[in-house]
């Protein structure tokens, strides 16, 4: 038996005493013969690295203990219910503040176009579209907590909605009738569907910054 010194505080012993222990390494448990001379504690080196899996060698006047990298078990993946689904996980947060973005962009260069009379066709349209569309789908991927999923159901509801007010205005210059919106700097911004598009859009982007899920009327 190889012994090594192991401190237990907390209790007196006599100068010489065995006693079997469980010693706990790593998370790994194991009874131990432990040696207690004059109030110090010494254990079984042999059994140590049995415990951890551990290899024992001698060389000269020197005694090594080698030990595994990892002796708590493999790493598993933790089951469903241990997921916390009451917040944003990182990855789908930034995917989300990147599809805020894309639809702001969209919106903001159609309403600049629109006022200012530029000719807004379907083709130049779909640019944003597409990219804001990517961006949507990237942040469904990310989506993995319950709270990233009721989240993308709005960020969706948004995407609805800017798709509906392009389309509109796409329209409304095929048919010649985008003038009006020429004629007042407010007559764009102050329609129902423009607003619920900024209130929804003005919800959104600090509800992804903050890491955890609300709701709001103006998104639905």
């Not at 899996?53 to 993946?77: E, H, T, Y």
């Not at 989506?143 to 796409?170: C, I, M, P, Y």
Request: glycine fraction near 8%; charged fraction near 20%; proline fraction near 4%.
């Amino acid at each position: 038996m190889c012994l090594a010194p192991v401190f237990i505080p907390g209790a007196t012993f006599a100068q010489v005493n065995h006693q079997s222990r469980t010693i706990v390494i790593n998370g790994q448990a194991g009874q131990v013969e432990i040696v207690k001379i004059d109030g110090r504690s010494y254990a079984d080196l042999e059994a140590l690295a049995r415990i951890t899996n551990g290899s024992l060698w001698f060389k000269g006047s020197s005694i090594g203990l080698d030990l595994p990298v990892s002796v708590s078990g493999p790493a598993v993946d933790p089951p469903p219910s241990s997921v916390d689904n009451s917040g944003l996980s990182r990855e789908f947060m930034k995917a989300g503040i990147e599809a805020i973005a894309g639809m702001r962009e969209w919106a903001s260069t159609l309403a600049y176009a629109t006022q200012n009379g530029y000719n807004v066709t379907e083709s130049w349209v779909a640019t944003y579209r597409e990219q804001a569309s990517h961006n949507v789908s990237l942040a469904a991927v990310a989506a993995a907590t319950g709270a990233d999923r009721n989240a993308l159901q709005l960020l969706n509801n948004e995407f609805e909605a800017v798709r509906e007010w392009s389309n509109k205005l796409v329209e409304a210059r095929k048919s010649m009738n985008a003038a009006k919106y020429a004629l007042s700097a407010n007559a764009l911004r102050d329609e129902p569907l423009s607003q619920k598009i900024i209130a929804c859009g003005r919800f959104l982007a600090p509800m992804f910054g903050s890491g955890s899920f609300q709701d709001d009327a103006s998104c639905h």
